[in-house]
């Protein structure tokens, strides 16, 4: 499976930007999506996943209430609404899948069970 991550770009404080993963290869296998960033000088972080069937999302607090994670099967694509961006969003933003049908019991947020990963699209919040 290959990933592409698009949709990065420079927004003001405030504004919003949707990212997008698109999922080629052998999609047949069900799997997680993740999206991970990495600010400058940072640890890459975990900002939120969508499980096989949608039926569970989860988001790291830091970006809780403001982005919104979907996918669209039929299209082996996941996104990545951002809201109320903040300087401290700017990042190289990553999406991963990793192989699994199940919705619970997963740790989602551990990006050592990814099993594969696209290249970065880069985020900028500045005025």
């Known amino acids: 499976v290959q990933l592409q991550a698009f949709g990065g770009g420079l927004v003001q404080p405030g504004g919003s930007l949707t990212l997008a993963c698109a999922a080629s290869g052998p999609t047949s296998s069900p799997c997680g999506i993740g999206w991970f960033r990495r600010g400058l000088g940072k640890e890459r972080e975990f900002v939120a996943a969508?499980?096989?069937?949608?039926?569970?999302?989860y988001y790291s607090d830091s970006v809780k209430g403001r982005f919104t994670i979907s996918r669209d099967n039929s299209k082996n694509m996941g996104y990545l609404q951002m809201n109320e961006l903040q300087p401290e969003d700017t990042a190289v933003y990553y999406c991963?899948?990793?192989?699994?049908?199940?919705?619970?019991?997963?740790?989602?947020?551990?990006?050592?069970?990814?099993?594969?990963w696209g290249q970065g699209t880069k985020v900028t919040v500045s005025s």
């Open positions: 969508i499980s096989w069937r949608a039926a569970r999302t």
């Open positions: 991963a899948a990793i192989k699994t049908v199940l919705d619970y019991g997963v740790r989602f947020e551990d990006d050592a069970l990814y099993d594969f």
